[in-house]
């Protein structure tokens, strides 16, 4: 289950798609405490992914430096929001959102030139706060955090989508490892799944890093936006049935 979940989060994200459901169906877990748990449990398959993507770092990587402080406290927040509030009216909230950046990262080169008419690049304050918005949403709850991700990348870097990847993984550990002190702290997660996931996450991680830079940046982008209407397509089926 890790090791799936965290090959899925390497290459476009929305593992939690995978390992949340089993932690609150398949064991019976609280939503939030099933949440707390897949954070802790699925942060060092970034660590795997990130080093899978080492190689094309070069040229996106001067970003991370930019986005880490965005990233952090977007994170923090939505960690704290979670533990705040209920997840009824977010459930509704969460299709919108990923059916948003799909089409967004399907329609990637066409929304990045319409974005740059006028302008050589994207003002840095824009990525900021689109940073820090998507890291909100990862912390409180992350699936599909790495369809958005990849969504705002494309408005503002230059690179295809194994080099927006590389940077992708960077930040959904700073994400996931941030929201997991929160977590931790506030006592939700159980250790023992959490111990399996993240065993499973650090191989799933690297070998789907590896094994994706052999298909077309392009083609991957347009798999990795169908799957992204797969999975709000579920959320709309979850929300509708609970």
């Known amino acids: 289950m890790g090791a799936i979940a965290s090959g899925l989060n390497s290459v476009a994200g929305g593992g939690s798609l995978i390992s949340f459901p089993t932690l609150t169906v398949?064991?019976?877990?609280?939503?939030?405490?099933?949440?707390?748990?897949?954070?802790?449990?699925?942060?060092?398959?970034?660590?795997?992914?990130g080093l899978g993507f080492a190689n094309l770092i070069e040229k996106t990587g001067h970003h991370l430096k930019?986005?880490?402080?965005?990233?952090?406290?977007?994170s923090i927040a939505g960690a704290f929001l979670l533990l705040n509030?209920?997840?009824?009216?977010?459930?509704?909230?969460?299709?919108?959102?990923?059916?948003?950046?799909?089409?967004?990262?399907?329609?990637?080169?066409?929304?990045?030139?319409?974005v740059l008419k006028h302008e050589k690049v994207v003002p840095i304050w824009l990525g900021f706060v689109l940073q820090f918005l998507v890291s909100l949403y990862g912390g409180y709850f992350g699936a599909?955090?790495?369809?958005?991700?990849?969504?705002?990348?494309?408005?503002?870097?230059?690179?295809?989508?194994?080099e927006l990847n590389a940077v992708k993984n960077w930040l959904g550990l700073v994400i996931n490892f941030t929201?997991?002190?929160?977590?931790?702290?506030?006592?939700?997660?159980?250790?023992?799944p959490a111990l399996v996931l993240a065993c499973g996450a650090m191989v799933g991680g690297y070998l789907a890093a590896r094994f994706s830079q052999r298909f077309n940046p392009n083609k991957l982008r347009f798999a990795i936006a169908a799957y992204g209407y797969v999975m709000g397509s579920f959320f709309v089926w979850r929300a509708l049935v609970k």
């Open 26 to 49: 398949g064991l019976g877990l609280g939503e939030k405490i099933a949440n707390a748990t897949n954070s802790v449990g699925l942060w060092p398959g970034s660590i795997a992914g």
């Open 66 to 74: 930019v986005l880490f402080l965005p990233t952090m406290l977007g």
């Open 85 to 114: 509030t209920s997840n009824e009216t977010f459930k509704r909230v969460i299709p919108v959102l990923i059916f948003l950046a799909s089409t967004l990262l399907l329609l990637q080169p066409k929304v990045k030139a319409m």
């Open 144 to 162: 599909g955090m790495g369809i958005m991700m990849l969504a705002c990348f494309s408005l503002y870097m230059d690179g295809n989508t194994h």
């Open 179 to 192: 929201c997991s002190i929160v977590f931790f702290i506030k006592k939700l997660v159980l250790w023992q």
